[in-house]
C-alpha cells in the first residue's frame, strides 16, 4: 500500500493548478461508479450536486469528485470534470443520454497572495477538465490541486492522503484538501493533533509533547482577531472497498468527520464549511453493526492522518507575508 487513497482499488486522483493564481484542483475519478453520500459540519460550505447525495434521492452513484480552491468561483470545476468523463462515455444514462455524475465542494483561497484577476470567467472549469485527465494511481502530496493555496491557523495547508485495512481485511483510504480556521499543531510547535493515530514518521514523527500548556490549548483563528468568516473550510474524501448502501455509506461518512475533530483544533466552527464525501465500490462485504463501526472507527483515524500530512508535505506560498510551511520552521525528519 501507498498510504493513498489510491489503494482503493479503481480510484485514481489528479491534480490540476496555476501557480500565479496560487489554486487548482483536484479530482478523484472512479473507474467504476460508486455508492456516495456526504456529511457536513462546518457554518460554511460551498458544494455541488449535495443534495443528489442525500439518502431519500434517487441517484446512488457518482463518477468522480471535484475538489477545487476559488471558493464559490471553484465550484466550476466540477464541469470541467464532467466534461472529461463525458469525452470517456461515463456517466449515469437516462435513455439515450448519459450524464457524469460529479458533486464536489470548495475552500477558500481568495485572499493568500495569488493573481485573482481571471477576468470575465475563473478558470476553474479547465483545471477540473486537466485534473480529471491527469488522473492516475499516484499522485502528489501538499501544495498541489486543490491544496496548493490553503492555508491553516499558523502553517500553510495543503493536501494529505492516508489508508489503512480493518481486521477484516476491508480498505479504507481518505485524502483531505486543509484549510482549516484553526490549527494542525498544538500552538506554534510541531507536535499534531493527530499524533496519537501516526503510523511510522508518516507526518514527522514527532509524538506529543511532555505537558500541555494553556498556551497549546489556547484557540487560534486564521487572521487573528480579526478573523471573518467565508476563509477556509476543510474537505475530504473517504473511500473503502466495502459493501455499502447509500445510508450506511452516509454513516460511514458521519463517523469519519470524527477524524477532523482529532485534527484540528477548534473545528466545525461557523468560520469553516467541513465536508466528508464518503464513497463505496463494492468488493467486499461488511457486517451492517460491528463492521461498519469498526470501519467507521478505523476512517476517522485515517482522516486524521490524512489532515496530518496535508500541513506536513505543504511548501509556503512565495508571497509576502506569506505563512510559513511546517517543514521551513522544524525542518525534514
Excluded: C
Aim: net charge neutral; glycine share 14%; proline share 6%.
Amino acid at each position: 500500500m501507498k498510504n493513498l487513497l489510491t489503494d482503493i482499488p479503481g480510484v485514481r486522483v489528479g491534480h490540476a493548478d496555476d501557480a500565479r493564481l496560487a489554486s487548482g484542483v483536484t479530482a478523484v475519478l472512479f473507474d467504476q461508479p460508486a455508492v456516495a453520500a456526504m456529511d457536513v459540519r462546518g457554518g460554511g460550505p460551498g458544494t455541488r450536486e449535495g443534495a443528489l447525495l442525500d439518502v431519500v434521492n434517487t441517484v446512488e452513484r457518482v463518477d468522480a469528485f471535484a475538489l477545487a480552491g476559488g471558493s464559490a468561483f471553484g465550484l466550476e470545476a466540477g464541469g470541467g470534470v464532467q466534461a472529461w468523463l463525458a469525452e470517456q462515455g461515463r456517466g449515469f444514462q437516462v435513455r439515450g443520454a448519459v450524464i457524469p455524475i460529479v458533486p464536489g465542494a470548495i475552500v477558500f483561497d481568495l485572499l493568500n497572495g495569488g493573481d485573482k484577476a481571471w477576468g470575465r470567467f475563473a478558470p476553474y472549469r479547465d483545471l477540473g477538465y486537466a485534473a480529471a485527465a491527469a488522473a492516475s494511481d499516484g499522485f502528489a502530496l501538499g501544495s498541489v490541486g486543490a491544496g496548493l493555496g490553503a492555508t491553516t491557523a499558523n502553517f500553510k495547508g495543503g493536501v494529505g492522503s492516508a489508508s489503512a485495512v480493518t481486521r477484516d481485511g476491508i480498505a479504507v483510504a481518505a485524502l483531505a484538501v486543509v484549510n482549516a480556521v484553526g490549527s494542525v499543531t498544538m500552538g506554534d510547535g510541531p507536535w499534531f493533533w493527530a499524533a496519537p493515530f501516526e503510523i511510522g514518521s508518516e507526518f514527522g514523527g514527532r509524538g506529543w509533547p511532555g505537558h500541555f500548556s494553556p498556551d497549546m490549548l489556547a484557540m487560534r483563528l486564521k487572521g487573528g482577531p480579526a478573523a471573518t468568516a467565508a476563509e477556509n473550510t476543510t474537505l475530504a474524501v473517504v473511500v473503502t472497498d466495502a459493501a455499502l448502501t447509500k445510508a450506511q455509506t452516509r454513516r460511514l461518512a458521519m463517523i469519519a468527520q470524527t477524524g477532523f475533530a482529532r485534527a484540528i483544533y477548534p473545528v466545525h466552527a461557523p468560520l469553516d464549511g467541513d465536508v466528508v464525501f464518503a464513497a463505496a465500490t463494492g468488493q467486499r462485504p461488511v457486517d451492517p453493526l460491528v463492521g461498519l463501526t469498526e470501519l467507521g472507527m478505523v476512517a476517522a483515524n485515517v482522516v486524521a492522518r490524512a489532515i496530518a500530512r496535508g500541513v506536513y508535505e505543504a511548501t509556503a506560498l512565495p508571497f509576502p507575508a506569506s505563512l510559513p510551511a511546517w517543514r521551513d520552521r522544524f525542518g525534514a525528519p
